[in-house]
């Protein structure tokens, strides 16, 4: 008798504030190399559609999944989505408790324990996945290995590199699909000549190039396939595109089938290797935003980090990038071995004393499968167990000093301190009436009338709802609302809620608002851990940002929003009668998160959030 096909799943859930760029590449490399073997009659391998991965909450997630019945269910690990992936993993198997959950994933490392441990993991692939998922489908349905058998923690770590000469295209294969506002992730090689201490890439892709590159002629038709599907936005994943001897060819004929340029490239680069003739053939090309690193220019610390940068060569390079109008995004990293605050100074005027331009501060994150995680305690680092991983003192930096410097230098360079990386801004429409209700068909936005309905339909909206769902609220519901909400959060760790509070007579005061937030369900994840550097001290390492409270008041209310900070965004409602101008100074001068503003033709709103912009501000159309 025949046996049916092995019923394969494969997801990647997205960063939160970008899931129009979640492509997941990695599940179609692994069905593609899969087919390639002969596999595709014996597993039956599906990518979860983006239009649910991208948008849907926990449960709706975890509901998707069951209704698709897999027998393995693989999952690509980040930093950004590993704790939700294994918890909606944990959930699944708990009504399909035959299945077998696969791992892999930058976060799968022999020293990550809290993964490679977690109960619901049956097997784990360290480093490249395609032969060894290959390999673990043909053993599944050769009956070698039993479903809900001996897999129980199995882990593989592949020992020699793969010939990439022998994975297909999944894009070239029909594996993947594009909306024309995404980004294509275009893999150009995995390789790295360099061993940074803080980073991946060398260690998992290997020193020597070889058939560590995809040819010349691939690259070029997944880029023609993007073009012809409307994709404007191309993302090279490669950590050093001027270093391979593809980028010459590849540039040039970019220059001729780009010559409309229709596409915009992203490219990372080695700065100290940027010519004027490479930097104008990245020009031709249309590569508008590069990433040229930097980190640091204390030179105790690119040691430490064993970083090899020539600083005048690599400033040179980048200068050139500036005078062809390429963007650059260069990167201050605040933790590094053997950094302190004279060493942050130095690296701050090196940047104004080169002319280099606007620059961003991140926090070091002590990677698992990293140099710097083996030797964390020789240069006593402290970090968080969970992802992002954000260090939380060295030996020679503490907490409250990371903490300042970080402060300071979002500060100096025009950046907002408290903005936690990665969460999804407020939608601008949130507080329309009659406005958005749904994200790909998943709930984004419930309203008072939604509340009139019965008990048991307000129960089951919480396994219906979106990633990022907003609630508007007259504020005297709060108490009524709050076993409901609290049923929601336990079914959707996970989801960013967004609750707008309508004023109605004498507002919520902070304590209350703060209390009431205190006491719903909370779970920490990789947002609340982004957002930690919020906190005063390192303990817990923590603070919830998936809950963000909105207090919307009268214009006319008499309320400092200065009270609420830490609690609750204070927005002013706003009606603009015909042939009124804009009261710019009195809305900077009432402070607060933002205006709802009702009554506003296109010119003035547009007019109103290029102020909002220029201020820290926001504008709801209300």
């Given at each position: 008798?025949?046996?049916?096909?092995?019923?394969?799943?494969?997801?990647?859930?997205?960063?939160?504030?970008?899931?129009?760029?979640?492509?997941?590449?990695?599940?179609?490399?692994?069905?593609?190399?899969?087919?390639?073997?002969?596999?595709?009659?014996?597993?039956?391998?599906?990518?979860?559609?983006?239009?649910?991965?991208d948008?849907?909450?926990?449960?709706?997630?975890?509901?998707?999944?069951?209704d698709?019945?897999?027998?393995?269910?693989?999952?690509?690990?980040?930093?950004?989505?590993?704790?939700?992936?294994?918890?909606?993993?944990?959930?699944?198997?708990?009504?399909?408790?035959?299945?077998?959950?696969?791992?892999?994933?930058?976060?799968?490392?022999?020293d990550?324990?809290?993964?490679?441990?977690?109960?619901?993991?049956?097997?784990?692939?360290?480093?490249?996945?395609?032969?060894?998922?290959?390999?673990?489908?043909?053993q599944?349905?050769?009956?070698?290995?039993?479903?809900?058998?001996?897999?129980?923690?199995?882990?593989?770590?592949?020992?020699?590199?793969?010939?990439?000469?022998?994975?297909?295209?999944?894009y070239?294969a029909?594996?993947?699909?594009?909306?024309?506002?995404?980004?294509?992730?275009?893999?150009?090689?995995?390789?790295?000549?360099?061993?940074?201490?803080f980073?991946?890439?060398?260690?998992?892709?290997?020193?020597?190039?070889?058939?560590?590159?995809?040819?010349?002629?691939?690259?070029?038709?997944?880029?023609?396939?993007?073009?012809?599907?409307?994709?404007?936005?191309?993302?090279?994943?490669?950590?050093?595109?001027?270093?391979?001897?593809?980028?010459?060819?590849?540039?040039?004929?970019?220059?001729?089938?780009?010559?409309?340029?229709?596409?915009t490239?992203?490219?990372?680069?080695?700065?100290?290797?940027?010519?004027?003739?490479?930097?104008?053939?990245?020009?031709?090309?249309?590569?508008?935003?590069?990433?040229?690193?930097?980190?640091?220019?204390?030179p105790?610390?690119?040691?430490?980090?064993?970083?090899?940068?020539?600083?005048?060569?690599?400033?040179?390079?980048?200068?050139?990038?500036?005078?062809?109008?390429?963007?650059?995004?260069?990167?201050?990293?605040?933790?590094?071995?053997?950094?302190?605050?004279?060493?942050?100074?130095?690296?701050?005027?090196?940047?104004?004393?080169?002319?280099?331009?606007?620059?961003?501060?991140?926090?070091?994150?002590?990677?698992?499968?990293?140099?710097?995680?083996?030797?964390?305690?020789?240069?006593?680092?402290?970090?968080?167990?969970?992802?992002?991983?954000?260090?939380?003192?060295?030996?020679?930096?503490?907490y409250?000093?990371?903490?300042?410097?970080?402060?300071?230098?979002?500060?100096?360079?025009?950046?907002?301190?408290?903005?936690?990386?990665?969460?999804?801004?407020?939608?601008?429409?949130?507080?329309?009436?009659?406005?958005?209700?749904?994200?790909?068909?998943?709930?984004?936005?419930?309203?008072?009338?939604?509340?009139?309905?019965?008990?048991?339909?307000?129960?089951?909206?919480?396994?219906?709802?979106?990633?990022?769902?907003?609630?508007?609220?007259?504020?005297?519901?709060?108490?009524?609302?709050?076993?409901?909400l609290?049923?929601?959060?336990?079914?959707?760790?996970?989801?960013?809620?967004?609750?707008?509070?309508?004023?109605?007579?004498?507002?919520?005061?902070?304590?209350?608002?703060?209390?009431?937030?205190?006491?719903l369900?909370?779970?920490p994840?990789?947002?609340?851990?982004?957002?930690?550097?919020?906190?005063?001290?390192?303990?817990?390492?923590?603070?919830?940002?998936?809950?963000?409270?909105?207090?919307?008041?009268?214009?006319?209310?008499?309320?400092?929003?200065?009270?609420?900070?830490?609690?609750?965004?204070?927005?002013?409602?706003?009606?603009?009668?015909?042939?009124?101008?804009?009261?710019?100074?009195?809305?900077?001068?009432?402070?607060g998160?933002?205006?709802?503003?009702?009554?506003?033709?296109?010119?003035?709103?547009?007019?109103?959030?290029?102020?909002?912009?220029?201020e820290?501000?926001?504008?709801?159309?209300?």
């Amino acid at each position: 008798m025949t046996r049916a096909p092995l019923r394969v799943l494969l997801a990647q859930l997205p960063v939160p504030s970008s899931p129009a760029l979640n492509t997941p590449l990695a599940a179609g490399y692994l069905k593609a190399y899969a087919e390639a073997q002969g596999l595709g009659g014996r597993a039956d391998i599906q990518i979860l559609p983006r239009t649910v991965a991208d948008h849907a909450g926990d449960a709706a997630l975890v509901a998707a999944i069951v209704d698709r019945a897999p027998d393995l269910l693989g999952f690509s690990l980040y930093t950004w989505n590993s704790e939700r992936s294994l918890e909606l993993a944990r959930r699944v198997k708990q009504r399909l408790p035959g299945l077998i959950v696969v791992v892999g994933g930058p976060e799968v490392q022999a020293d990550n324990a809290w993964v490679l441990d977690h109960p619901a993991v049956d097997v784990a692939v360290i480093g490249e996945g395609e032969q060894i998922f290959a390999e673990l489908l043909l053993q599944i349905a050769d009956c070698r290995l039993q479903i809900g058998s001996n897999l129980q923690s199995t882990i593989y770590n592949l020992q020699s590199a793969i010939d990439l000469s022998a994975i297909p295209s999944p894009y070239l294969a029909g594996h993947l699909k594009l909306s024309p506002d995404g980004m294509q992730m275009v893999e150009v090689s995995r390789w790295c000549p360099y061993a940074c201490s803080f980073c991946l890439y060398g260690r998992n892709m290997g020193p020597r190039l070889g058939s560590r590159s995809f040819s010349l002629e691939r690259v070029l038709a997944e880029i023609a396939w993007g073009k012809a599907r409307g994709v404007r936005q191309i993302h090279f994943v490669e950590a050093n595109l001027n270093l391979l001897p593809i980028f010459w060819p590849l540039m040039r004929a970019l220059a001729k089938t780009n010559a409309d340029r229709q596409i915009t490239f992203y490219a990372e680069l080695r700065g100290e290797h940027l010519s004027a003739e490479a930097v104008a053939a990245l020009d031709a090309a249309n590569v508008r935003v590069v990433e040229v690193g930097l980190q640091t220019a204390n030179p105790a610390a690119l040691r430490a980090s064993y970083r090899k940068t020539d600083l005048a060569k690599w400033a040179a390079g980048t200068r050139r990038l500036y005078a062809a109008n390429i963007e650059v995004l260069l990167d201050v990293i605040l933790g590094l071995p053997e950094d302190d605050a004279p060493g942050v100074a130095e690296t701050l005027a090196f940047i104004e004393r080169e002319s280099l331009g606007p620059y961003d501060i991140f926090v070091l994150q002590v990677l698992p499968g990293t140099a710097l995680r083996r030797e964390a305690a020789l240069h006593g680092l402290t970090f968080q167990d969970r992802p992002p991983y954000y260090v939380l003192g060295t030996s020679r930096l503490g907490y409250a000093e990371l903490r300042r410097l970080r402060r300071e230098l979002k500060l100096g360079a025009g950046l907002d301190p408290d903005e936690v990386e990665g969460m999804p801004a407020p939608h601008e429409d949130a507080l329309t009436a009659g406005g958005r209700q749904q994200a790909a068909g998943y709930i984004s936005r419930i309203t008072p009338r939604d509340i009139q309905v019965s008990e048991y339909r307000l129960s089951a909206i919480g396994y219906r709802l979106s990633a990022h769902v907003d609630l508007i609220l007259p504020a005297d519901q709060l108490d009524a609302m709050t076993p409901l909400l609290a049923e929601w959060m336990q079914a959707n760790p996970s989801i960013v809620f967004d609750i707008y509070l309508e004023g109605r007579g004498e507002p919520p005061t902070p304590g209350v608002l703060r209390d009431w937030r205190d006491g719903l369900p909370y779970t920490p994840g990789y947002l609340d851990r982004v957002a930690a550097y919020a906190n005063e001290l390192a303990e817990p390492g923590h603070l919830r940002a998936g809950l963000r409270l909105w207090l919307v008041l009268p214009w006319v209310s008499q309320v400092e929003p200065r009270e609420y900070a830490g609690v609750a965004g204070l927005i002013w409602r706003y009606e603009l009668v015909a042939g009124q101008e804009l009261p710019l100074g009195a809305w900077r001068t009432a402070g607060g998160a933002g205006i709802a503003l009702a009554g506003a033709g296109a010119e003035s709103l547009e007019k109103a959030r290029a102020w909002a912009a220029q201020e820290g501000r926001m504008i709801w159309a209300g």
